[in-house]
């Protein structure tokens, strides 16, 4: 696992997305709190979502800066959250740039959700022949 994206690295691929280089000032007192919101959102489809006990939920740590490293790994940071942050700063200016991104942030983000898991073997409990030449239906 590696989550070294800052909250500075994911406006910029935002603002990329929305053909905005250069204009952070424009959105810079709805980042954090949008960023913070999507956190909490993706933190469980996150390598770095671990139960430490049971019967508890891991917690996002909010961000206070654009400087602040997310405590996320670095592939949802760097693949999905900047869709998702895009979609809600394009929201008011262009409803049809902010309808893709979601689009696309909810694509991207159901793809993380169907990421591989362990594989445990199922055994025959009901101590059948099986499918073999002795077998009849």
Avoid at 11 to 22: K, Q, T, V
Avoid at 71 to 90: E, Q, S
Avoid at 114 to 131: C, D, K, L, M, Q
Wanted: glycine content about 8%; proline content about 4%; overall charge negative.
């Amino acid at each position: 696992m590696s989550a070294t994206t800052t909250a500075q690295e994911v406006l910029d691929l935002a603002l990329a997305h929305m053909d905005e280089a250069g204009n952070a000032s424009d959105y810079s007192d709805r980042v954090l709190r949008i960023l913070n919101a999507l956190g909490g959102e993706l933190f469980p489809l996150s390598d770095a979502y671990a139960v430490s006990a049971p019967g508890t939920r891991p917690v996002f740590t909010a961000l206070a800066a654009l400087s602040d490293r997310i405590g996320i790994d670095d592939t949802v940071c760097r693949t999905v959250m900047p869709y998702g942050l895009a979609a809600a700063l394009l929201i008011n200016d262009n409803p049809a740039a902010a309808a893709f991104c979601q689009q696309r942030y909810e694509e991207l983000k159901a793809g993380l959700s169907t990421a591989p898991a362990e594989f445990e073997a199922i055994g025959n409990v009901y101590g059948s022949r099986g499918y073999d030449a002795y077998a009849r239906w």
